[in-house]
């Protein structure tokens, strides 16, 4: 797996590194801006005059050991020392000298000129505060320029924890990260302003991040691959799991039919469809493979029966928000035993209603939110959770002991006691209505084939994002449906097994 610290976190790696490990930061430093000249490089960028900013931290340090590097190769460099020369850093001060010594152009402020490419190393990962007053007019400079840019670890005014911007960001061509991905190079909108980035493996220590489950990971393709259920070839409907679909409600139809299809081309054995019989001819001929129960009233027992007959339930899905949905979700969250999602309606039921919420408490319950639905289940403004997503995630996880398919541009996926699982895949066209059915269907089918819950989580959101490129691909990024999402699923899982 990759692993996506947060600023802390980094900083804690390189510390022990070069404490623990005995590997001069100088080393590091050399190596970094190794890496950076030779990223620049290979994309065959313009140098005929290369300007690099440099703060007072370490990552100061990265841009006048850049700067050197181009200026003793003869080069047109100049550096903005945009910093606090006082607050200089031992190392930042020592790769200063260096770069003095060679012909290069050293300033304060970033002179009016023809730049042909722009090295933003001012602020590093550990960044906190707002950038304000010089700082913010030098980054709105840098950003003015026609020029080519690339960023020094990462974009000056991105957090590094959550990708949000600090007052005013440099907006990055290309990012040559360090060692890893930081968790604020995925997060929008610092994804937006990191441009391509690039990893550089310059020995930093990720022994630290091996022993926390505080720090977030990305699963390699190898892992995903590693998660599919097995497909025996002695084998009848019955051996790849009984789903239960509660979903539906009058005049959405749609919302039941997408969770099947979804739960159907994810490899689930049968699907049962429970929804209000206005849909039953609807549903029987969209999707004539699954057995449709249809309902006029609520009745209790019936529901039971269900859950009984059922290796994996989900509800939610278009349900509404009426009295009898309500007591349906009642019963399925005080009787079910089988591992079960609930999405979409489903979870705006649990915001009203905490009582249900704390029946499913230590059950095999998977919740799959988009950021909205997510304010509602903890009270928190969108806002707010975007500024600590990862924090108020694993707080609201731990305290309800559920699964959580976090979904946004940046899906994360975090169970009790689990490392927060950032999903890779995916891309904007998905977002279309009913995407989010298809998601909860291919995870419910997973489910039913005997994933353990966080396996489903992971593996489901990874699937489907790999499908809605797939339809995308075909399609193109504004015209793809919903369901084209689901029938590109073949595609996605053959893709894993590594036939195509």
């Not at 005997?450 to 699937?463: F, S």
Request: net charge negative.
């Amino acid at each position: 797996m990759r692993y996506l610290p947060n600023g802390s976190q980094m900083k804690e790696a390189d510390k022990y590194t070069i404490q623990k490990l005995s590997v001069p930061s100088l080393t590091l430093m050399e190596r970094a801006a190794k890496a950076c000249v030779y990223s620049i490089k290979k994309r065959e960028m313009n140098l005929s005059h290369i300007c690099v900013v440099c703060g007072s931290g370490n990552n100061g340090g990265d841009g006048f050991a850049i700067a050197r590097m181009f200026s003793e190769e003869g080069r047109r460099v100049t550096v903005v020392m945009a910093g606090n020369t006082a607050h200089l850093t031992k190392e930042a001060s020592y790769q200063k000298k260096l770069f003095e010594e060679t012909d290069g152009t050293l300033c304060d402020d970033l002179p009016e000129d023809e730049y042909s490419i722009i090295i933003d190393a001012l602020f590093g990962v550990g960044l906190s505060r707002e950038i304000t007053g010089k700082y913010f007019d030098i980054i709105k400079k840098m950003n003015a320029s026609a020029a080519h840019k690339v960023a020094v670890d990462i974009p000056s005014g991105i957090s590094a924890d959550t990708g949000m911007v600090l007052g005013a960001a440099f907006e990055a061509e290309v990012t040559v990260t360090f060692q890893t991905q930081k968790a604020g190079l995925l997060l929008y909108p610092g994804k937006k302003y990191a441009g391509e980035v690039v990893a550089a493996d310059i020995g930093i220590s990720e022994q630290m991040f091996t022993g926390s489950l505080h720090v977030a990971c990305m699963p390699e393709w190898k892992e995903y691959q590693e998660m599919l259920p097995a497909r025996r070839e002695d084998s009848n409907k019955g051996t790849f799991g009984k789903l239960l679909i509660i979903a539906g409600s009058k005049g959405m139809s749609g919302a039941a039919y997408l969770n099947a299809l979804g739960a159907y081309r994810m490899g689930a054995g049968l699907v049962r469809v429970y929804s209000p019989e206005e849909n039953r001819t609807i549903l029987q001929g969209q999707l004539p493979e699954a057995v449709i129960t249809a309902y006029k009233l609520y009745d209790k027992q019936e529901i039971i029966e269900l859950l009984e007959w059922a290796d994996a339930v989900c509800i939610g899905s278009g349900i509404g928000v009426s009295e009898i949905s309500q007591k349906i979700l009642h019963t399925v969250a005080e009787n079910v035993s089988a591992p079960c999602v609930v999405d979409a309606d489903g979870l705006n039921l649990l915001a009203e209603n905490k009582k249900y919420i704390k029946m499913l408490r230590g059950k095999e319950v998977i919740l799959t939110p988009h950021m909205k639905e997510f304010s509602r289940l903890t009270g928190k403004s969108v806002n707010e959770i975007r500024g600590d997503r990862m924090g108020i995630l694993r707080n609201f996880v731990e305290m309800e002991e559920v699964t959580c398919i976090l979904k946004d541009s940046a899906t994360m996926i975090l169970s009790p006691g689990g490392r927060i699982c950032v999903n890779s895949s995916g891309c904007e066209a998905m977002a279309k209505a009913g995407s989010g059915d298809v998601l909860t269907g291919i995870v419910a089918g997973l489910l039913a084939q005997g994933a353990a819950v966080k396996t489903a989580g992971m593996l489901g959101a990874y699937l489907h994002g790999k499908a809605g490129e797939h339809a995308a691909a075909e399609k193109g990024h504004y015209s793809i449906l919903a369901r084209e999402i689901a029938e590109r699923l073949g595609d996605a899982i053959t893709e894993l097994e590594g036939q195509i």
